[in-house]
C-alpha cells in the first residue's frame, strides 16, 4: 500500500456508514486498520466510544477553551466518519493521537480564509462529498507519547483517505509556532522560507515538510489568538499523484516554485 511504510503490517477495510447508526456496523466496523509492528500502534477510523478519551487528551494538548467538545466530535462522525482516524497504543489499549478531516470544494473558499471558514467553526458541516480537496483540520499526539513516530503514522493514514477515494490533495493551515523567537529579526515570509531551506527548525511546519507537504501561501489571522505563530498559517499542499493530471501537477510545482522565489 504507497503511503505506508514498508516494515509496517496493513489491513484496509471499506466500511459502509449508516446515517441513522450511533456507531459502526461490527462486520463493517473499520474504514481504516493500520497496525505498526514497529512501534504497536495502531491507526483506525474513529469510532463514538473514543469520543471520551479525545475530549481527554485534547483537554492535555490545548487550553479549556481550544479543547474539542463532545457536540464537535458527534458532527464530525455524523457528516464525515471516515475522514476521522485515531492511534491506539496496542501494549495500554490507550489513544494517544488522533486527525480530523473534511472534503471541501476548495472553489468555494478563498485561499485567505481562516480555519473557523474551512471547518464550519469545527463542526465540519460543510463537508461536500463532491469536493477533491481533503482538508487536514487536526492532528494531536498525547503529550506523552510524542516522540514515537505517531504523528507520522497518522499523516500516512490521512494519504490512505486521500488516494483510494481518489481525491486531488491534501490542504491544511500549519501553524508557527517557532516564529515567536523570530518575529522581532524576521518577516512572516522570511521566516517560512528560512524553515523550506532547513535553516530553522518550526515544530509544526518542519515535520510538514518532511511528510512531503508543500507550502503555498502564509495566511493571516488563520487562527485565532495564538501568540506563538502571531496568528499566522502556512497553507501546505500534498498532491496525489496517483490522480493529478501533469498540469495540475506543473501548476502545483509553480505555486511552489513562486512562494519560494526571493
Known sequence: MRGIHANSYVILKCARFSKDSTDMDEDDSLFIDIFDRECGIRVRTTRPSDHDDIVEVSHLVYPPSLAWTYR???????????????????????????AMSLTVLWEDYE????????????????????????????????????????????????????????????????????????????????????????????????F??????????????????DAQSANYAALIEWINTDVAKESELERARRRYAEFAAP
Not at 473557523?116 to 494531536?140: K, Q
Not at 510538514?208 to 489568538?225: K, M
Open 208 to 225: 510538514q515538510l518532511r511528510n512531503g507537504f508543500h507550502v503555498i501561501q502564509v495566511v493571516s489571522g488563520y487562527l485565532a489568538p
Open 72 to 98: 464537535e466530535l458527534e458532527s464530525h462522525q455524523r457528516v464525515f466518519p471516515e475522514g476521522q482516524i485515531v492511534a491506539i497504543d496496542e501494549n495500554s489499549n490507550t489513544l494517544v493521537g488522533t
Open 111 to 206: 485561499i485567505t480564509d481562516d480555519y473557523i471558514d474551512f471547518t464550519d467553526n469545527g463542526m465540519f458541516t460543510n463537508h461536500d462529498a463532491g469536493g477533491r480537496t481533503l482538508y487536514g483540520a487536526e492532528v494531536f499526539v498525547h503529550p506523552d507519547a510524542r516522540g514515537r513516530g505517531i504523528g507520522r503514522r497518522l499523516y500516512d493514514a490521512r494519504r490512505i483517505l486521500c488516494r483510494q477515494p481518489g481525491l486531488l490533495r491534501i490542504r491544511a493551515g500549519a501553524r508557527l509556532p517557532g516564529y515567536e523567537s523570530c518575529s522581532d529579526r524576521l518577516s512572516i515570509h522570511d521566516y517560512v522560507l528560512e524553515v523550506i531551506r532547513g535553516r530553522i527548525f518550526d515544530p509544526t511546519l518542519s
